[in-house]
């Protein structure tokens, strides 16, 4: 088993028990833990919160057939880190260049809310893979508790890296954590996040790695 992904963790018994009633009630639904999606070998790692109800937790793939997957992807092709502007199906051809996507935590959360233990008993699987970041690489933390995450991953203080979107911090190892507000529904539809804000945040990501 790969200590990157488990696809048959059950660490979390909450967890556990809501995937568990999703698939009685959505018998077509993947409904269990996703998988990162993209290049193993990404200098863009993007984390996100957790897989969506009808998004990822139906299709198996992080940000693939939900709200927050149409600003994300169309922006990943804008700044050439994507082959296509959309990601609706895992069978769509959508191919990800020098990027990943995965999340913080990695199944399906009651109403979008993992609990604080749950993110934590996660983070083992983030940890392997922020190890295995080359040098020059960006991380793009989607929202507060991804951040959270990304820190935890890497052993550092919270206190000493306070989220803001478009903050940039040096994490070690000539690695920058980049922060956004998470691309959800909600987000884009109040104004917290428009279009413009997000490509900002990417083109910086795109130029960090360029240069």
């Known amino acids: 088993m790969s200590p990157?992904?488990?696809?048959?963790?059950?660490a979390c018994p909450r967890l556990s028990r809501h995937l568990a009633t999703v698939r009685s009630e959505y018998p077509g639904y993947h409904a269990r833990p996703v998988a990162p999606f993209g290049d193993a070998?990404?200098?863009l790692l993007i984390v996100g919160l957790a897989p969506g109800m009808h998004g990822a937790n139906r299709t198996g793939r992080p940000f693939?057939?939900?709200y927050a997957g149409i600003l994300l992807y169309r922006t990943l092709h804008r700044y050439r880190f994507a082959n296509q502007p959309k990601g609706d199906d895992p069978d769509d051809g959508l191919r990800l260049i020098g990027c990943r996507i995965t999340n913080a935590v990695k199944c399906l959360p009651p109403e979008n809310k993992p609990l604080p233990e749950e993110v934590a008993r996660c983070n083992r699987y983030l940890e392997f893979e922020?190890?295995?970041?080359?040098?020059?690489?960006?991380?793009l933390a989607l929202g507060a508790i991804a951040?959270?995450?990304?820190l935890r991953a890497k052993g550092l203080k919270p206190s000493a890296f306070p989220f803001g979107h478009g903050a940039e911090h040096?994490?070690?190892?000539?690695i920058v954590?980049?922060?956004?507000?998470?691309c959800s529904r909600y987000n884009t539809q109040t104004g917290r996040l428009t279009a413009r804000m997000f490509a900002s945040v990417m083109r910086r990501a795109r130029a960090r790695l360029d240069d």
Do not use: K, M, Q
């Not at 922020?130 to 991380?139: A, D, E, F, H, T």
């Not at 951040?147 to 990304?150: D, I």
């Open 177 to 182: 954590l980049l922060d956004s507000y998470h």
């Open 4 to 10: 990157a992904f488990n696809p048959v963790c059950r």
């Open 147 to 150: 951040h959270g995450a990304v």
């Open 130 to 139: 922020l190890r295995g970041l080359r040098p020059g690489s960006v991380i």
């Open 64 to 66: 693939t057939g939900d």
């Open 41 to 43: 070998r990404a200098r």
């Open 170 to 174: 040096d994490v070690g190892g000539d």
